[in-house]
């Protein structure tokens, strides 16, 4: 029987870490403040909006959000957004992702300056992950780092395989491991053998956007399996990439779905929204 990393524990210990530094930033007049910008109606958008503000008030910080209408054009999101870089009540800047289709991504998240990009979506923080000399880690790698520190799992010299290779998750996801010494490979959806190379992993990062795609012949006895995958099963549950009941028995570690990775992701943006406020003041 694996061992269920939580990650509803995991991100509490994380928030109350975070709370109780905002506590002594602000006896020093430092509030940090966040700024949350969504643009039209997507339901799972405003789901997870709603859970950053939820998750700001919670620590201590400030947080703001710019609901823009669906037709906003490119030039209003940028003038927004230069507003925000120029904002010093503001430390970390967000804006919620998948934009509608008539905007470019690529240029508003270009346009937040790097200081400011607690997502760490924005090019120069993503060539200082490469070179591992970065301030914030995309958060939802950082919080699946977090949970294998947390139960003290050795990556050094480790199979690590990253199923997916995504800019938010999967690339990122490596080269963390990496960072910390594993023998990484990445695989994806043109990968031949990935049954056996998932069966070589010590830790099994699973991040494809299919649910129970991860079966239990493709998980070595043993192994840390990480599900990063949000996803609907044929009745509607939520589900993760990996096929829980069936894998959890082989493995020696685990992350369920729901109350996995999930949570890890809005506690890391805590994180990085503190170390935003704590560099642009200089404490
Ligand atoms: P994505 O669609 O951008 O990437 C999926 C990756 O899976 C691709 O790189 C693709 O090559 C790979 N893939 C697809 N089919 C494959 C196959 N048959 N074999 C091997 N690889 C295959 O998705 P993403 O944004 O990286 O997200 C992945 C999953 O993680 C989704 O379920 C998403 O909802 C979830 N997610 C969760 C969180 C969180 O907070 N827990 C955050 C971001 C994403």
Redesign the pocket.
Known sequence: MAKLISGKEVSAKVRAQVREECEGLKAKGICPGLAVIIVGNDPASRVYVNNKKKACAEVGFVSEEYALPEETTQEELLELIRTLNNKPEINGILCQLPLPAHLDEKEVINAIDPIKDVDAFHPSNVGRIMIGDYHFLP??PA?VMEMIHNENIDVSGKNCVV????????KPMAMLLLHENGTVTI?????KN?KEICACADILV?????PK?VTADMVKPGAVVLD????RDENGKLC??VDFENVEPKASYITP?PG???P???AMLMKNTLMAAKLQANA
């Open positions: 958060c939802t919080g199923i997916g290779r995504s800019n938010i998750v999967g695989c994806h959806s043109r990968t990935l699973a991040a494809v956007g299919r795609f990063v995958g949000i996803n993760g990439d779905v996995g990775v999930g890890m992701t809005i």
